[in-house]
């Protein structure tokens, strides 16, 4: 089973769709969490309804710190995909250790309003996600680190 985490700032919008994505698309063969550097303390609840309506179970989703993943207890990751928008001048979390690293930055459907582009913005930003998501999983064995970090890349480059 491969183990990512994703990581956001607030953990309220992109990295909660993505860990959504690779839990569902991963079909047994991915467990994916995500987590914030500093967390919003709730989903945003635009990225609840989304996923909602594609047919997720949202009940356990939730905006949490990445300190629950640093302690001798938390699950040893084999990626860490950051997906904030460094262009926007948001301060992307750095992982330490040695998991393979990627960086797949979007612009942060959570501050548009009205809702009306909210839920457009919110649109955009699941579709490319789950681009990138098949993009990775169809590259069959991701054991290997290096097929592994080329997956990653080539899945933000294409998508």
């Known amino acids: 089973m491969l183990n990512i985490l994703i990581l956001c700032t607030g ?3 992109r990295s909660i769709l993505a860990e959504a994505l ?3 698309e991963g079909e047994g063969r991915v467990r994916a969490w995500s ?3 500093k967390p919003a303390g709730a989903v945003n609840r635009h ?3 989304l996923l909602a309506a594609k047919g997720f179970d949202t009940s356990s989703f939730r905006s949490k710190s990445w300190d629950e993943f640093e302690g001798p207890d938390a699950p040893v990751m084999d990626a860490v995909i950051t997906v904030c928008d460094s262009a926007a001048s948001e301060a992307c979390p750095v992982w330490p250790g040695a998991p393979v ?3 797949w ?3 942060d459907p959570a501050g548009v309003e009205p809702d009306d582009d909210a839920r457009a913005a919110f649109e955009a930003t699941f579709a490319a996600l789950q681009r990138r998501v098949r993009a ?3 590259e069959g064995r991701l054991d290997d680190p290096a097929r592994l970090q080329a997956a990653l890349n080539n899945a933000h ?3």
């Open 35 to 37: 987590a914030g550097s």
């Open 105 to 107: 930055g979007l612009p």
């Open 101 to 103: 690293r990627a960086h």
């Open 136 to 138: 990775v999983l169809a």
């Open 22 to 24: 690779f839990n569902f």
């Open 11 to 13: 953990n309220s919008a």
């Open 47 to 49: 990225a609840l309804s």
């Open 157 to 159: 480059a294409e998508g």
